[in-house]
C-alpha cells in the first residue's frame, strides 16, 4: 500500500533502553493486557506467568512518565507505520463525526524489547498490543520479521492490518465497549469470557477492515494487498497457532477467533466499511 505523510501522535522509544522492568501500573491493567495483548497468539500461560511476576513484585510502583522521540520517524518500515496510522485517523475521525461523536486519536508507541505502559511493562514476546488505559498502541518493529518468517505472512499490508487491528481496539474503547467487556469479566467463568473475547477481536478485526475499505477509496491499496491481509489473518487464528503448537485444537480456549472468523469479519467491514456491520456481539453464530 501507498502511505500519504505522518501521524504526530507517535513516539518513538527505540534506543532509550530496557527501562521499562521497574516502571509497572497495577494489577487490573496487566490483566487487561494478558486479554487483550496477544494479537498472535502467544500461550497466555507464558503471559499469565510474566503477569503474575509483575504484579508480585511492583505492583505498588506508579507509572514513571517515560517521552520518546515525536515528531517524524526517518527509518522505512517506522515512516510507513506511521503511515499508515495517519491514514486510520482520516478514517475514524470522519467515521465518528458521522455518528456525532469526537474521534480522540490514539497514540503509536515504538518500542525495542521492552517499555513501560500504564497495563503494566510492554514486552516485544507479547506482540503488538493495545493499552485502553493510556490509549497507546504499542509495537516492536522486530515483530514483523516474525510475521513474515514464523507466521509467513509477508507484505505491507498485512503489516497495516496489524496497527488497523490494534486501532481498532482503540475505537472500541472509545465507544465504551472495553468497559463493558470488564464489568462482564468480574461475573463470567473462564469460558464464558473466552467466548466474549473471541467476539471482541473478531469486532477489532471487522473494524481493521472498515479502516481498509477507506483507504482503499483514497487509492492507497495496491495489487495483492488485500490477499497480504486474509493471509495474515488466516495464519494468526487461535485454531492454526494451536495446532502449529500443541497439535489439537481446544476451542473453548480461543480468545481470538478462528482463521477462518478472522478473514470472514475483516471482509465483512471492508466490503462495508461502516462501523455498523461490525456488530460480532450479535446472534449465537460469529
Ligand atoms: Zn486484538
New binding site residues.
Partial sequence: MRTEGQSSNVEDRRGMGRGGRSLVGGGLGMIILVV?GM?FGIDPRVLLGLAGTVETVQQQVAPQKIEGKQGPVSDQLGAFVSGVLLDTEKTWNTLFAQLGKNYQEPRLVIFDGATPTACGTGQAAMGPFYCPLDQRVYIDLAFYRQLQERFKAPGDFAQAYVIA?EVG?HVQNQLGIMQKMDEYRRRMSETQYNALSVRL?LQ?DCLAGVWAHHAQNRQLLEAGDVEEAMRAASAIGDDTIQRRTQGRIVPDSFT?GTSEQRMRWFMTGMKSGQISACNTFEGNQI
Avoid: G
Wanted: glycine share 0%.
Fill in positions: 487483550i494479537f487491528h481496539h477481536e477489532a481470538h
